[in-house]
Protein backbone atom coordinates (compact mmCIF):
# COMPACT_ATOMS: atom_id res chain seq x y z
CA UNK A 1 0.00 0.00 0.00
CA UNK A 2 1.65 3.42 -0.95
CA UNK A 3 1.76 6.60 1.63
CA UNK A 4 -0.88 8.17 -0.65
CA UNK A 5 -3.02 5.35 -0.22
CA UNK A 6 -2.27 5.21 4.14
CA UNK A 7 -2.80 8.91 4.66
CA UNK A 8 -5.88 8.41 2.44
CA UNK A 9 -7.31 5.99 4.50
CA UNK A 10 -6.47 7.80 7.58
CA UNK A 11 -8.53 10.57 6.48
CA UNK A 12 -11.66 8.77 5.55
CA UNK A 13 -11.52 7.34 9.55
CA UNK A 14 -11.35 10.68 10.76
CA UNK A 15 -14.13 11.98 8.21
CA UNK A 16 -16.11 8.98 9.14
CA UNK A 17 -15.99 9.67 12.95
CA UNK A 18 -16.51 13.35 12.34
CA UNK A 19 -19.81 11.88 10.58
CA UNK A 20 -21.13 9.72 13.51
CA UNK A 21 -20.93 12.56 16.06
CA UNK A 22 -22.44 14.98 14.14
CA UNK A 23 -25.22 12.02 12.65
CA UNK A 24 -26.24 11.34 16.58
CA UNK A 25 -25.85 14.88 17.96
CA UNK A 26 -26.90 17.00 15.60
CA UNK A 27 -29.34 15.28 13.24
CA UNK A 28 -30.52 12.79 16.69
CA UNK A 29 -30.59 9.98 14.48
CA UNK A 30 -30.96 6.46 16.51
CA UNK A 31 -26.81 5.84 17.40
CA UNK A 32 -27.10 1.75 16.33
CA UNK A 33 -28.35 2.81 12.92
CA UNK A 34 -25.54 5.67 11.96
CA UNK A 35 -23.24 2.86 12.98
CA UNK A 36 -24.28 0.70 10.85
CA UNK A 37 -24.48 3.30 7.86
CA UNK A 38 -21.21 5.14 8.79
CA UNK A 39 -19.27 1.47 9.27
CA UNK A 40 -20.61 0.44 5.79
CA UNK A 41 -20.15 3.71 3.89
CA UNK A 42 -16.33 3.51 5.43
CA UNK A 43 -15.86 -0.09 3.74
CA UNK A 44 -16.83 0.89 0.48
CA UNK A 45 -14.92 4.23 0.52
CA UNK A 46 -11.61 2.44 1.98
CA UNK A 47 -11.85 0.06 -0.79
CA UNK A 48 -12.81 -2.93 1.15
CA UNK A 49 -14.08 -6.31 -1.04
CA UNK A 50 -18.01 -5.63 -1.26
CA UNK A 51 -18.37 -9.62 0.21
CA UNK A 52 -16.73 -8.94 3.29
CA UNK A 53 -17.93 -5.13 4.69
CA UNK A 54 -20.83 -6.43 6.32
CA UNK A 55 -19.13 -10.02 7.15
CA UNK A 56 -16.45 -7.58 9.28
CA UNK A 57 -19.30 -5.53 10.73
CA UNK A 58 -21.48 -8.98 12.09
CA UNK A 59 -17.78 -10.00 12.82
CA UNK A 60 -17.11 -7.33 15.47
CA UNK A 61 -20.45 -6.86 16.40
CA UNK A 62 -20.68 -10.11 17.00
CA UNK A 63 -17.37 -10.86 18.85
CA UNK A 64 -17.95 -8.07 20.95
CA UNK A 65 -21.72 -8.78 22.36
CA UNK A 66 -20.69 -12.49 22.69
CA UNK A 67 -18.87 -11.44 25.72
CA UNK A 68 -20.68 -8.43 26.98
CA UNK A 69 -24.58 -9.32 26.69
CA UNK A 70 -24.02 -11.81 29.16
CA UNK A 71 -22.11 -10.34 31.20
CA UNK A 72 -24.48 -7.23 30.78
CA UNK A 73 -27.49 -9.68 31.38
CA UNK A 74 -26.61 -11.60 34.18
CA UNK A 75 -25.13 -8.48 36.17
CA UNK A 76 -28.21 -6.49 35.55
CA UNK A 77 -30.01 -8.91 37.11
CA UNK A 78 -28.27 -9.13 40.09
CA UNK A 79 -28.10 -5.54 40.49
CA UNK A 80 -32.28 -5.30 40.42
CA UNK A 81 -32.39 -8.38 42.71
CA UNK A 82 -29.78 -6.25 45.04
CA UNK A 83 -32.43 -3.49 44.16
CA UNK A 84 -35.48 -4.88 45.09
CA UNK A 85 -34.41 -6.95 48.36
CA UNK A 86 -33.12 -3.73 49.07
CA UNK A 87 -29.47 -4.35 49.26
CA UNK A 88 -28.48 -1.35 46.73
CA UNK A 89 -30.28 0.88 49.34
CA UNK A 90 -28.42 -1.23 52.14
CA UNK A 91 -24.65 -0.64 50.77
CA UNK A 92 -25.84 2.96 50.41
CA UNK A 93 -26.86 3.63 54.01
CA UNK A 94 -23.90 1.85 55.28
CA UNK A 95 -21.53 4.15 52.90
CA UNK A 96 -23.04 7.37 54.06
CA UNK A 97 -23.17 6.53 57.46
CA UNK A 98 -19.17 5.70 57.80
CA UNK A 99 -18.00 8.60 54.98
CA UNK A 100 -20.36 11.12 55.90
CA UNK A 101 -22.57 12.19 52.80
CA UNK A 102 -20.00 15.44 52.51
CA UNK A 103 -17.49 12.12 51.44
CA UNK A 104 -19.83 10.19 49.55
CA UNK A 105 -17.71 10.30 46.21
CA UNK A 106 -14.51 9.49 48.36
CA UNK A 107 -16.63 6.23 49.25
CA UNK A 108 -17.86 5.28 45.91
CA UNK A 109 -14.02 5.50 44.03
CA UNK A 110 -12.72 3.14 46.98
CA UNK A 111 -15.90 0.52 46.20
CA UNK A 112 -15.25 0.70 42.50
CA UNK A 113 -11.30 0.27 42.73
CA UNK A 114 -12.30 -3.37 44.71
CA UNK A 115 -14.88 -4.53 42.94
CA UNK A 116 -13.25 -3.55 39.35
CA UNK A 117 -10.52 -5.68 40.63
CA UNK A 118 -10.51 -8.59 38.76
CA UNK A 119 -13.83 -8.04 36.04
CA UNK A 120 -14.04 -5.89 33.02
CA UNK A 121 -14.97 -2.20 33.34
CA UNK A 122 -18.44 -3.16 31.81
CA UNK A 123 -18.60 -6.00 34.67
CA UNK A 124 -17.99 -3.41 37.19
CA UNK A 125 -20.42 -0.95 35.98
CA UNK A 126 -23.27 -3.19 36.07
CA UNK A 127 -22.57 -4.50 39.72
CA UNK A 128 -21.87 -1.31 40.85
CA UNK A 129 -24.63 1.34 39.13
CA UNK A 130 -27.65 0.41 41.44
CA UNK A 131 -25.58 1.74 44.39
CA UNK A 132 -24.91 4.63 42.54
CA UNK A 133 -28.25 5.37 42.05
CA UNK A 134 -28.95 4.81 45.41
CA UNK A 135 -26.72 7.00 46.47
CA UNK A 136 -27.65 10.18 44.14
CA UNK A 137 -31.29 9.56 45.53
CA UNK A 138 -30.84 8.90 49.19
CA UNK A 139 -28.19 12.35 49.73
CA UNK A 140 -30.07 14.51 46.97
CA UNK A 141 -26.69 14.68 44.90
CA UNK A 142 -26.33 14.62 41.31
CA UNK A 143 -25.81 11.24 39.99
CA UNK A 144 -22.22 12.90 38.13
CA UNK A 145 -21.34 13.69 41.57
CA UNK A 146 -21.70 10.24 42.51
CA UNK A 147 -21.26 8.65 39.00
CA UNK A 148 -17.56 9.54 37.57
CA UNK A 149 -15.64 9.11 41.00
CA UNK A 150 -16.75 5.24 40.62
CA UNK A 151 -16.44 5.01 37.05
CA UNK A 152 -12.80 6.44 37.24
CA UNK A 153 -11.95 3.58 39.66
CA UNK A 154 -13.52 0.86 37.49
CA UNK A 155 -11.38 2.63 34.88
CA UNK A 156 -8.12 2.78 36.56
CA UNK A 157 -8.11 -0.66 37.77
CA UNK A 158 -9.00 -1.46 34.28
CA UNK A 159 -5.95 -0.06 32.60
CA UNK A 160 -3.62 -0.38 35.30
CA UNK A 161 -3.40 -2.90 37.87
CA UNK A 162 -3.70 -6.92 37.69
CA UNK A 163 -4.92 -9.15 38.42
CA UNK A 164 -7.28 -7.13 35.70
CA UNK A 165 -7.35 -9.41 32.72
CA UNK A 166 -6.43 -6.15 30.57
CA UNK A 167 -3.29 -5.44 32.39
CA UNK A 168 -2.61 -8.98 33.19
CA UNK A 169 -2.37 -9.45 29.11
CA UNK A 170 0.17 -6.61 29.22
CA UNK A 171 2.00 -8.08 32.14
CA UNK A 172 2.49 -11.35 30.40
CA UNK A 173 3.67 -9.74 26.96
CA UNK A 174 6.30 -7.51 28.49
CA UNK A 175 7.58 -10.36 31.11
CA UNK A 176 6.64 -7.76 33.70
CA UNK A 177 6.89 -8.92 37.25
CA UNK A 178 3.06 -9.21 38.71
CA UNK A 179 4.29 -7.82 42.42
CA UNK A 180 5.71 -4.99 40.98
CA UNK A 181 3.37 -3.88 38.22
CA UNK A 182 0.85 -3.82 41.37
CA UNK A 183 2.47 -1.62 43.54
CA UNK A 184 3.89 0.37 40.85
CA UNK A 185 0.29 0.46 39.30
CA UNK A 186 -1.44 1.71 42.59
CA UNK A 187 1.60 4.07 42.95
CA UNK A 188 0.41 5.60 39.16
CA UNK A 189 -3.11 4.79 39.95
CA UNK A 190 -4.77 6.22 43.13
CA UNK A 191 -3.09 9.65 41.96
CA UNK A 192 -5.10 9.39 38.87
CA UNK A 193 -8.19 8.16 40.29
CA UNK A 194 -8.31 10.68 42.98
CA UNK A 195 -7.86 13.53 40.47
CA UNK A 196 -10.73 12.48 37.56
CA UNK A 197 -12.70 10.72 40.07
CA UNK A 198 -14.04 12.80 42.91
CA UNK A 199 -11.82 16.12 41.84
CA UNK A 200 -13.13 16.66 38.26
CA UNK A 201 -16.91 15.20 39.68
CA UNK A 202 -16.95 18.10 42.16
CA UNK A 203 -15.89 20.19 39.39
CA UNK A 204 -17.94 19.33 36.20
CA UNK A 205 -20.91 18.38 38.37
CA UNK A 206 -21.74 22.20 38.60
CA UNK A 207 -22.05 22.49 35.19
CA UNK A 208 -23.79 19.87 33.74
CA UNK A 209 -27.65 19.18 34.84
CA UNK A 210 -29.08 15.78 33.72
CA UNK A 211 -32.59 15.27 33.16
CA UNK A 212 -34.98 14.91 36.14
CA UNK A 213 -36.07 11.79 34.98
CA UNK A 214 -34.11 8.68 34.27
CA UNK A 215 -35.75 5.62 33.37
CA UNK A 216 -33.12 3.55 33.68
CA UNK A 217 -32.20 4.30 37.33
CA UNK A 218 -36.29 3.52 38.10
CA UNK A 219 -35.33 -0.23 37.41
CA UNK A 220 -32.97 -0.25 40.21
CA UNK A 221 -34.26 1.94 42.67
CA UNK A 222 -35.98 -0.66 44.42
CA UNK A 223 -39.55 0.02 46.09
CA UNK A 224 -37.33 -0.08 49.45
CA UNK A 225 -36.53 3.92 48.74
CA UNK A 226 -39.05 6.07 48.28
CA UNK A 227 -39.65 8.03 52.23
CA UNK A 228 -43.00 9.24 51.04
CA UNK A 229 -44.56 6.55 49.87
CA UNK A 230 -43.29 4.60 52.88
CA UNK A 231 -45.44 6.98 54.95
CA UNK A 232 -48.68 6.55 52.07
CA UNK A 233 -48.14 2.58 52.49
CA UNK A 234 -47.69 1.93 56.68
CA UNK A 235 -50.57 0.37 57.04
CA UNK A 236 -49.69 -2.08 53.43
CA UNK A 237 -47.97 -5.35 55.02
CA UNK A 238 -44.14 -5.59 54.48
CA UNK A 239 -43.02 -8.11 52.74
CA UNK A 240 -39.29 -7.72 54.44
CA UNK A 241 -36.96 -5.78 56.12
CA UNK A 242 -33.30 -4.72 54.32
CA UNK A 243 -30.43 -7.69 53.54
CA UNK A 244 -27.56 -7.03 56.25
CA UNK A 245 -24.49 -4.97 54.96
CA UNK A 246 -22.04 -8.56 55.06
CA UNK A 247 -24.92 -10.75 53.04
CA UNK A 248 -25.14 -7.47 50.79
CA UNK A 249 -21.58 -7.17 50.45
CA UNK A 250 -21.12 -11.38 50.14
CA UNK A 251 -23.31 -11.61 47.19
CA UNK A 252 -22.35 -8.73 45.36
CA UNK A 253 -18.50 -9.57 45.63
CA UNK A 254 -19.12 -13.26 45.10
CA UNK A 255 -17.95 -12.63 41.05
CA UNK A 256 -15.44 -10.97 42.05
CA UNK A 257 -13.89 -13.63 44.58
CA UNK A 258 -14.45 -16.51 42.01
CA UNK A 259 -12.82 -14.39 39.58
CA UNK A 260 -10.02 -13.88 41.91
CA UNK A 261 -9.91 -17.64 42.98
CA UNK A 262 -10.02 -18.79 39.36
CA UNK A 263 -6.90 -16.23 38.13
CA UNK A 264 -5.01 -18.12 41.54
CA UNK A 265 -5.81 -21.83 40.19
CA UNK A 266 -2.58 -22.33 38.57
CA UNK A 267 -0.81 -21.32 41.99
CA UNK A 268 -3.00 -24.45 44.29
CA UNK A 269 -2.87 -26.88 41.53
CA UNK A 270 -0.76 -28.12 39.17
CA UNK A 271 -2.22 -27.23 35.11
CA UNK A 272 -4.25 -29.60 33.42
CA UNK A 273 -5.69 -31.33 36.54
CA UNK A 274 -9.43 -31.88 37.16
CA UNK A 275 -9.43 -29.17 40.41
CA UNK A 276 -7.39 -26.78 37.99
CA UNK A 277 -9.45 -26.68 35.20
CA UNK A 278 -12.59 -26.75 37.69
CA UNK A 279 -11.37 -23.45 39.57
CA UNK A 280 -10.78 -21.90 36.17
CA UNK A 281 -14.12 -22.83 35.01
CA UNK A 282 -15.72 -20.90 38.13
CA UNK A 283 -13.46 -18.13 38.00
CA UNK A 284 -14.67 -17.13 33.79
CA UNK A 285 -16.84 -14.05 34.41
CA UNK A 286 -19.68 -15.34 32.84
CA UNK A 287 -20.04 -18.06 35.28
CA UNK A 288 -18.67 -16.30 38.13
CA UNK A 289 -21.98 -14.08 37.74
CA UNK A 290 -24.37 -16.97 36.98
CA UNK A 291 -23.25 -18.38 39.93
CA UNK A 292 -23.65 -15.02 41.93
CA UNK A 293 -27.05 -14.47 40.57
CA UNK A 294 -28.28 -17.66 41.59
CA UNK A 295 -27.02 -17.35 45.23
CA UNK A 296 -28.84 -13.86 44.96
CA UNK A 297 -32.00 -15.75 44.51
CA UNK A 298 -31.26 -16.73 48.02
CA UNK A 299 -30.36 -14.03 49.67
CA UNK A 300 -32.18 -11.40 48.24
CA UNK A 301 -34.79 -13.47 46.66
CA UNK A 302 -36.16 -16.19 49.00
CA UNK A 303 -34.35 -15.10 52.19
CA UNK A 304 -36.32 -11.50 51.70
CA UNK A 305 -39.63 -13.12 51.31
CA UNK A 306 -39.84 -13.27 47.66
CA UNK A 307 -41.88 -15.98 45.76
CA UNK A 308 -40.18 -17.55 42.79
CA UNK A 309 -42.97 -15.93 40.40
CA UNK A 310 -41.63 -12.90 42.08
CA UNK A 311 -37.84 -13.21 41.22
CA UNK A 312 -39.28 -14.61 37.69
CA UNK A 313 -40.68 -11.14 37.15
CA UNK A 314 -37.73 -9.00 38.04
CA UNK A 315 -35.76 -10.93 35.89
CA UNK A 316 -38.12 -10.71 33.26
CA UNK A 317 -38.53 -6.75 33.79
CA UNK A 318 -34.66 -5.95 34.16
CA UNK A 319 -33.76 -7.52 30.48
CA UNK A 320 -36.21 -4.67 28.71
CA UNK A 321 -34.49 -1.28 29.41
CA UNK A 322 -30.77 -2.68 28.66
CA UNK A 323 -31.86 -3.86 24.88
CA UNK A 324 -30.78 -1.00 23.06
CA UNK A 325 -27.43 -0.59 24.96
CA UNK A 326 -26.76 -4.13 24.56
CA UNK A 327 -27.22 -3.52 20.40
CA UNK A 328 -25.65 0.05 20.46
CA UNK A 329 -22.47 -1.18 22.04
CA UNK A 330 -22.27 -4.91 19.48
CA UNK A 331 -22.28 -1.70 16.66
CA UNK A 332 -19.19 -0.04 17.87
CA UNK A 333 -17.56 -3.17 18.33
CA UNK A 334 -18.63 -3.45 14.68
CA UNK A 335 -17.53 -0.43 13.61
CA UNK A 336 -14.83 -0.67 15.42
CA UNK A 337 -13.64 -4.44 13.54
CA UNK A 338 -14.23 -2.28 10.00
CA UNK A 339 -11.43 -0.23 11.02
CA UNK A 340 -9.37 -2.64 11.59
CA UNK A 341 -10.03 -4.86 8.62
CA UNK A 342 -10.24 -2.09 6.35
CA UNK A 343 -6.40 -1.48 7.17
CA UNK A 344 -7.24 2.08 8.70
CA UNK A 345 -6.02 0.85 12.15
CA UNK A 346 -2.56 -0.79 10.37
CA UNK A 347 -1.80 2.69 8.92
CA UNK A 348 -2.49 4.60 12.55
CA UNK A 349 0.17 1.70 13.76
CA UNK A 350 2.75 2.90 11.08
CA UNK A 351 2.46 6.86 11.55
CA UNK A 352 3.43 5.58 15.16
CA UNK A 353 6.08 3.54 14.74
CA UNK A 354 7.76 6.13 12.09
CA UNK A 355 8.11 8.87 14.87
CA UNK A 356 10.69 7.00 16.71
CA UNK A 357 10.01 7.89 20.19
CA UNK A 358 10.85 6.67 23.35
CA UNK A 359 9.62 3.49 24.67
CA UNK A 360 7.53 4.24 27.20
CA UNK A 361 6.04 7.06 25.10
CA UNK A 362 5.62 5.13 22.22
CA UNK A 363 3.91 2.55 24.03
CA UNK A 364 1.63 5.26 25.37
CA UNK A 365 1.13 6.89 21.82
CA UNK A 366 0.31 3.15 20.11
CA UNK A 367 -2.36 2.33 22.61
CA UNK A 368 -4.12 5.46 22.66
CA UNK A 369 -4.01 5.62 18.64
CA UNK A 370 -5.65 1.81 18.60
CA UNK A 371 -8.05 3.15 21.74
CA UNK A 372 -9.41 5.71 19.23
CA UNK A 373 -9.53 3.82 16.47
CA UNK A 374 -11.19 0.45 18.09
CA UNK A 375 -12.82 2.34 20.63
CA UNK A 376 -12.08 -1.16 22.91
CA UNK A 377 -9.72 -0.19 25.44
CA UNK A 378 -8.62 -3.94 25.90
CA UNK A 379 -8.01 -4.59 21.97
CA UNK A 380 -5.89 -1.53 22.39
CA UNK A 381 -4.11 -2.73 25.30
CA UNK A 382 -3.19 -6.35 23.56
CA UNK A 383 -2.70 -5.25 20.18
CA UNK A 384 0.03 -2.32 21.64
CA UNK A 385 1.37 -5.31 23.83
CA UNK A 386 1.94 -7.25 20.76
CA UNK A 387 3.63 -3.90 18.99
CA UNK A 388 5.87 -2.64 21.27
CA UNK A 389 7.50 -5.72 22.74
CA UNK A 390 9.46 -6.50 20.26
CA UNK A 391 10.49 -3.28 19.46
CA UNK A 392 11.26 -2.15 23.29
CA UNK A 393 13.32 -5.43 23.57
CA UNK A 394 15.51 -4.23 20.13
CA UNK A 395 15.48 -1.01 22.08
CA UNK A 396 18.54 0.87 22.74
CA UNK A 397 17.42 2.49 25.61
CA UNK A 398 15.99 -0.22 28.26
CA UNK A 399 13.14 0.20 30.42
CA UNK A 400 11.77 -1.52 33.31
CA UNK A 401 9.14 -4.12 31.68
CA UNK A 402 6.40 -3.02 34.37
CA UNK A 403 6.31 0.22 33.56
CA UNK A 404 6.01 -0.50 30.15
CA UNK A 405 2.38 -1.83 30.89
CA UNK A 406 1.55 0.98 32.89
CA UNK A 407 2.82 3.45 29.78
CA UNK A 408 0.29 0.97 27.88
CA UNK A 409 -2.37 0.71 30.13
CA UNK A 410 -2.69 4.64 30.28
CA UNK A 411 -2.18 5.02 26.16
CA UNK A 412 -5.63 2.55 26.44
CA UNK A 413 -7.56 4.99 28.44
CA UNK A 414 -7.49 7.65 26.18
CA UNK A 415 -10.54 9.72 25.45
CA UNK A 416 -13.31 7.24 24.71
CA UNK A 417 -15.72 8.33 22.05
CA UNK A 418 -18.82 6.57 19.90
CA UNK A 419 -17.58 3.83 18.96
CA UNK A 420 -16.40 2.41 22.32
CA UNK A 421 -18.98 0.40 24.16
CA UNK A 422 -18.55 1.91 27.80
CA UNK A 423 -19.38 5.42 26.17
CA UNK A 424 -22.79 4.61 25.16
CA UNK A 425 -22.92 2.47 28.37
CA UNK A 426 -22.45 5.60 30.32
CA UNK A 427 -24.67 7.83 28.03
CA UNK A 428 -27.68 5.71 28.44
CA UNK A 429 -27.58 5.05 32.63
CA UNK A 430 -26.65 8.80 33.03
CA UNK A 431 -29.28 9.75 30.86
CA UNK A 432 -26.78 12.02 29.42
CA UNK A 433 -26.49 13.73 25.74
CA UNK A 434 -23.61 12.61 23.78
CA UNK A 435 -22.01 16.05 24.38
CA UNK A 436 -22.74 15.55 28.19
CA UNK A 437 -20.93 12.30 27.72
CA UNK A 438 -18.15 13.80 26.13
CA UNK A 439 -17.95 16.40 28.52
CA UNK A 440 -17.92 14.45 31.67
CA UNK A 441 -16.77 10.30 30.84
CA UNK A 442 -14.59 11.16 27.96
CA UNK A 443 -12.80 14.18 29.43
CA UNK A 444 -12.57 11.66 32.54
CA UNK A 445 -10.81 9.10 31.15
CA UNK A 446 -8.54 11.24 28.82
CA UNK A 447 -7.66 12.98 32.43
CA UNK A 448 -6.45 8.82 33.66
CA UNK A 449 -4.52 8.72 30.08
CA UNK A 450 -2.50 11.71 30.40
CA UNK A 451 -1.83 11.33 34.26
CA UNK A 452 -0.86 8.31 33.79
CA UNK A 453 1.62 8.91 31.24
CA UNK A 454 3.19 11.37 33.15
CA UNK A 455 3.29 9.50 36.85
CA UNK A 456 4.73 6.59 34.67
CA UNK A 457 8.01 9.33 33.38
CA UNK A 458 7.94 10.47 37.07
CA UNK A 459 8.28 6.58 38.54
CA UNK A 460 11.16 6.05 35.53
CA UNK A 461 13.48 9.12 36.96
CA UNK A 462 13.26 7.20 40.37
CA UNK A 463 13.81 3.60 39.93
Same mark, same amino acid.
Given at each position: ?18 ? *? ?42 ? /? ?19 ? =? ?6 ? $? ?42 ? %? ?7 ? !? ?26 ? @? ?5 ? $? ?19 ? *? ?17 ? #?????? &? ?6 ? &??? %??? &? ?7 ? +??? #? ?31 ? &? ?18 ? +? ?38 ? %? ?5 ? /????? =? ?9 ? #????? $? ?29 ? !??? $? ?19 ? @? ?7 ? +? ?6 ? /? ?17
Amino acid at each position: MGANQGSLLLVYAVVAIAA *LILLITRYKVYPFLVLIIVSLLLGLVAGMPMGTIVKSFETGNGN /TLGHIAIVVGLGTMLGKMMAE =SGGAERIA $TTLIDKFGEKHIHWAMMVVAIIVGLPVFFEVGFVLLIPIAFNVA %KRTGKSLLL !VGLPMIAGLSVVHGLIPPHPAAMLAVQA @YHADIGR $TITYGLIVGVPCAIVAGPLFA *LLISRYIKLPENNPLAAQF #LGSAVD &DNAKEKDK &DKP %KPR &DLPSFGVTL +FTI #LLPVILMLIGSWADLVFAPKTLPNDLLHFIGNS &DVALLIAVLVSFWTFGAKRG +FNREQIQKFCGECLAPIAGITLIVGAGGGFGRVLMDSGIS %KEIVNAA /TAAHL =SPLLFAWCVAA #LIRLA $TGSATVAMTTACGIVAPIAAAGAVQVRPELL !VLA $TGSGSLIFSHVNDGGFWLIKE @YFGMTVGQT +FKTWSLLE /TIISLMGLALTFALATVL
